[in-house]
T-cell receptor, first 113, second 107 residues
Framework: EPEVTQTPSHQVTQMGQEVILRCVPI?????FYWYRQILGQKVEFLVS????????KSEIFDDQFSVERPDGSNFTLKIRSTKLEDSAMYFC???????????FGSGTRLTVV | LAKTTQPISMDSYEGQEVNITCSHN???????ITWYQQFPSQGPRFIIQ???TKVTNEVASLFIPADRKSSTLSLPRVSLSDTAVYYC????????FGAGTILRVKS
């Protein structure tokens, strides 16, 4: 069964540092998403990406965040200057339609110290 | 704005059938209804999707009445490994997850 792959599985970074979270979506999917889940809380939408541009973003996705699809396979989330409250699980997802089931990756646990 | 409501938690025993109901407020005409499962420290996993009536796959059934204001996820003969959080996110251009239903299966 096709998978969405995320790397690294766990990243620890110091406050103020930049981090890049990487995702390899399913190859024939066209829609890409980032979500995050703070420990004990619900899964929150960050951003959706289609046709090489952001389709929609949430209030969480401020100027510190950016996404990129640098080549035909990778989809990245960059946090420019991390804050303690950015500590969370970050999930990448992809789908072949914007109203069909998403496939989520296993996540990157980001810890900001 | 579309929003879903579901019970916070449910308890069951191994071998029982579990039904989790979700209310879909302001569901759009062209939105599908989907259910996801999440284990601790893992991403949500797609379980099943439907638009109307009943859909069944190898793990679950989904019942959707004609008015589409609710849906019921049915898990036949649950086992301990079905202990997880179950979500019926609202749709539109993106999935919006609520708190989900924590299902605890006991032996």
């Amino acid at each position: 069964e096709p998978e969405v792959t995320q790397t690294p599985s766990h990243q620890v970074t110091q406050m103020g540092q930049e981090v890049i979270l990487r995702c390899v979506p399913i190859s024939n999917h066209l829609y890409f998403y980032w979500y995050r889940q703070i420990l004990g809380q619900k899964v929150e939408f960050l951003v959706s990406f289609y046709n090489n541009e952001i389709s929609e973003k949430s209030e969480i996705f401020d100027d510190q965040f950016s996404v990129e699809r640098p080549d035909g396979s990778n989809f990245t989330l960059k946090i420019r200057s991390t804050k303690l409250e950015d500590s969370a699980m970050y999930f990448c997802a992809s789908s072949d339609s914007n109203n069909y089931g998403y496939t989520f990756g296993s996540g990157t646990r980001l810890t900001v110290v | 704005l579309a929003k879903t409501t579901q019970p916070i938690s449910m308890d069951s025993y191994e071998g029982q059938e579990v039904n989790i109901t979700c209310s879909h407020n302001n569901i759009a005409t062209n939105d599908y209804i989907t259910w996801y499962q999440q284990f601790p420290s893992q991403g949500p996993r797609f379980i099943i999707q439907g638009y109307k009536t009943k859909v069944t796959n190898e793990v679950a059934s989904l019942f959707i009445p004609a008015d589409r204001k609710s849906s019921t996820l049915s898990l036949p003969r649950v086992s301990l490994s079905d202990t997880a959080v179950y979500y019926c996110p609202s749709e539109g251009n993106k999935l919006v997850f609520g708190a989900g239903t924590i299902l605890r299966v006991k032996s």
